[in-house]
Nanobody
Framework: QVELVESGGGLAKTGESLRLSCAGGSGNFHAVGWFRQVPGEDRDFVAVYITQMEKTYYADSVKGRFTVSRDPAENTVHLQMNNLRPEDTAVYYC???????????????????WGQGTQVTVSS
């Protein structure tokens, strides 16, 4: 049974940083990604780490501010979020993809497992 557990969410002010962690999100997965969701909207792609290729992809809205990385020793994938903005406020989910496709998994339907989510709130 695969279990992904997010942590590290919380409150931040504009310009501050938070670091999210996804425990269990490393292992033998093809990729581990981060998505975010606000009430009434779809779950949107944020970033993904392709495990074997050690490549990363980011949504345009977070490029240059967020960094996704993997710690194999801790079986954890982190999302370092710098220079936070109020529009980053959402519930953040990590997801895992078992087998790779033709490109990076940028859509939520491509993911096989999800964590329970962690709230990030950024105030102005």
């Amino acid at each position: 049974q695969v279990e992904l557990v997010e942590s590290g969410g919380g409150l931040a002010k504009t310009g501050e940083s938070l670091r999210l962690s996804c425990a269990g999100g490393s292992g033998n997965f093809h990729a581990v990604g981060w998505f975010r969701q606000v009430p009434g909207e779809d779950r949107d792609f944020v970033a993904v780490y392709i495990t074997q290729m050690e490549k990363t992809y980011y949504a345009d809205s977070v490029k240059g501010r967020f960094t996704v990385s993997r710690d194999p020793a801790e079986n954890t994938v982190h999302l370092q979020m710098n220079n936070l903005r109020p529009e980053d406020t959402a519930v953040y989910y990590c997801g895992a993809v078992l087998h790779g496709g033709s490109g990076p998994p940028l859509w939520s339907y491509e993911y096989d497992y999800w964590g329970q989510g962690t709230q990030v709130t950024v105030s102005s």
